[in-house]
């Protein structure tokens, strides 16, 4: 019985619990892998479990202006959502807290899903910021006033009426959804800096 408990313990804190990362450079929580692997930004830490009371948070440095590719990989099935009938395939809730590590300041920050690498995400993929608006309230940032969703031809997020200096730290909360869900998929991080 002790065994079953230590396997029970080990699996709440997986999904409950941040840590570093693994051998492979992936962080863990809510029963998905995080990676920088593609560069232009670093993971400093997460945790979270992926639901509405206790959202994955992920902690990152970008440092550039430039687009930047976070990927996602569903390493374990994670616990069933209230309503789950209701609330089919994958729903993971998501905190950014985005340290700008560039010299430049950014006005707008977009976001963009993708279950194919370079290639937007349609309606029929299933995958979104939760576009059949399932819940409200669930956009959110501490840095911009204004969100706008755009869901054909791609699946975005657009974030402005606000601004993020250098050294500075924004929070972007989102749910993500996906009716289909996939092993992989990627969220494209895109800071947007003043035209001169």
Do not use: C
């Not at 809510?30 to 990676?35: A, H, L, Q, T, V």
């Not at 809730?93 to 963009?112: K, P």
């Not at 899903?113 to 995400?121: A, D, F, H, I, V």
């Not at 669930?138 to 911009?144: G, K, N, P, R, Y």
Request: proline share 6%.
């Amino acid at each position: 019985m002790r065994g079953t408990a230590r396997w029970a313990a080990a699996i709440a804190a997986f999904f409950l619990l941040g840590a570093g990362p693994t051998d492979d450079g992936r962080w863990l929580a809510g029963g998905y892998s995080f990676s920088d692997e593609n560069g232009g930004f670093r993971i400093r830490g997460i945790a979270g479990g992926g639901t509405k009371d206790d959202p994955v948070v992920l902690t990152q440095e970008l440092y550039s202006a430039s687009s930047v590719v976070l990927v996602i990989r569903a390493v374990a099935l994670p616990p069933p959502a209230p309503n789950a009938a209701r609330h089919a395939g994958t729903r993971l809730y998501l905190r950014l807290e985005t340290v700008n590590a560039s010299a430049l300041a950014w006005i707008e920050f977009a976001y963009e899903l993708q279950e194919t690498r370079g290639l937007p995400s349609t309606y029929g993929d299933g995958l979104s910021f939760d576009q059949r608006q399932t819940e409200r309230g669930t956009i959110s940032s501490d840095a911009f006033s204004v969100h706008n969703r755009d869901f054909e031809p791609h699946d975005r997020l657009l974030f402005s009426e606000g601004k993020v200096d250098p050294d500075e730290t924004a929070s972007f909360s989102f749910l993500v959804t996906d009716l289909t869900p996939v092993a992989t998929f990627y969220l494209v991080q895109d800071p947007r800096i003043p035209f001169s």
